[in-house]
T-cell receptor
Framework: QQPVQSPQAVILREGEDAVINCSSS?????VHWYRQKHGEAPVFLMI?????EQKGHDKISASFNEKKQQSSLYLTASQLSYSGTYFC????????????FGQGTTLQVKP | ETGVTQSPTHLIKTRGQQVTLRCSSQ?????VSWYQQALGQGPQFIFQ???????GRGNFPPRFSGLQFPNYSSELNVNALELDDSALYLC?????????????FGPGTRLTVL
């Protein structure tokens, strides 16, 4: 039931782009994306809802493919501050607030 | 606007003891969720409280219990601590369970069970 994230880790140079994927074996109602830096709280990035609605960060984009039960987070022109671990959290049965998180994708951006 | 706060920051307990962790939700938020995050893993949902009632529970034993108070702050209680309970415990609040809003996480309480 836990969503699967890929890749597990990625290293980039500043200015490069990255895509992080989140796949579920169950039909998804929503996908939530968070970034967590070491020793800090997860920070909200974006919500994508079944039906196409989304809310989130101005500089981050994401997609939600309901048929494939997957979401992708697009990080363009990466900055050093983008480093951290990215988690997707999914809801499968509606607006329950109960998020099932993936195992995380560690992103390191180098100068 | 004050964010989600948690106390204490760190805690060390021994196996078999009991612990209480506290969370103050963000101003205007009436829904609080608790998550357990083991090292190197994603957060795992423990339970959620909405207007002082438990509203959803994850796969955690009954020795994990909680409360929400009239001011929407919350407590997580863990009885009979086990070594595997060592983790970061995160509290997250959202504006209203009935509308769609993001969850904001607190900084967490790092619990070590010896």
């Amino acid at each position: 039931q836990q969503p699967v994230q890929s890749p597990q880790a990625v290293i980039l140079r500043e200015g490069e782009d990255a895509v992080i994927n989140c796949s579920s074996s169950k039909a998804l109602y929503s996908v939530h994306w968070y970034r967590q830096k070491h020793g800090e709280a997860p920070v909200f990035l974006m919500i994508l809802l079944k039906g196409g609605e989304q809310k989130g960060h101005d500089k981050i984009s994401a997609s939600f493919n309901e048929k494939k039960q997957q979401s992708s987070l697009y990080l363009t022109a990466s900055q050093l501050s983008y480093s951290g671990t990215y988690f997707c959290g999914t809801e499968t049965t509606g607006n329950t607030g109960k998020l099932i998180f993936g195992q995380g994708t560690t992103l390191q951006v180098k100068p | 606007e004050t964010g989600v706060t948690q106390s204490p920051t760190h805690l060390i307990k021994t196996r078999g003891q009991q612990v209480t962790l506290r969370c103050s939700s963000q101003s205007g938020h009436n829904t609080v969720s608790w998550y357990q995050q083991a090292l190197g893993q994603g957060p795992q949902f423990i339970f959620q409280y909405y207007r002082e009632e438990e509203n959803g529970r994850g796969n955690f034993p009954p020795r994990f219990s909680g409360l929400q108070f009239p001011n929407y702050s919350s407590e997580l209680n863990v009885n009979a601590l086990e070594l595997d309970d060592s983790a970061l415990y995160l509290c997250a609040s959202r504006r209203d369970f009935s509308s769609y809003n993001e969850q904001f996480f607190g900084p967490g309480t790092r619990l070590t069970v010896l």
